[in-house]
């Protein structure tokens, strides 16, 4: 009932940038945080950036000063501005919603995360 895509990934060298784009769609009644997270080989995934619905954002360490999160709440997207990449940031990355649904008999559920499918980013030295 709802999905989550991503684009914008791809290869990249050391130092450049890239903007991954996210749109949810489907029978969605709101949007809670919307975020990215990342998983390398052998990695656990990790919260790379987050924004709540009133725009208030939070970075990890590794990150800040170098992405930024953003959201159209009219779309029901949410970007995220990367520069200035390390090959460190390489990792597929994934969408992550808090949303809540319009049931096919309108019922309105409790909030619950979706995840898109990922998208590859690599950096090279």
């Known amino acids: 009932q709802v999905q989550l895509v991503e684009s914008g990934g791809g290869l990249v060298q050391a130092g450049g940038s890239l903007r991954l784009s996210c749109a949810a769609s489907g029978s969605i009644f709101g949007i809670n945080t919307m975020a990215w997270y990342r998983q390398a080989p052998g990695n656990q995934r990790e919260l790379v950036a987050s924004?709540?619905?009133?725009?208030?954002?939070d970075y990890a360490a590794s990150v800040k000063h170098r992405f930024t999160v953003s959201r159209d709440s009219a779309k029901n997207t949410v970007d995220l501005q990367m520069n200035s990449l390390k090959p460190e940031d390489t990792a597929v990355y994934y969408c992550?919603?808090?949303?809540?649904?319009?049931?096919?008999?309108?019922?309105?559920?409790?909030?619950?995360?979706?995840w898109g499918q990922g998208t590859q980013v690599t950096v090279s030295p």
């Open positions: 992550n919603a808090e949303i809540r649904i319009i049931s096919s008999d309108n019922t309105i559920l409790p909030p619950r995360p979706y």
């Open positions: 924004i709540t619905r009133g725009g208030n954002t």
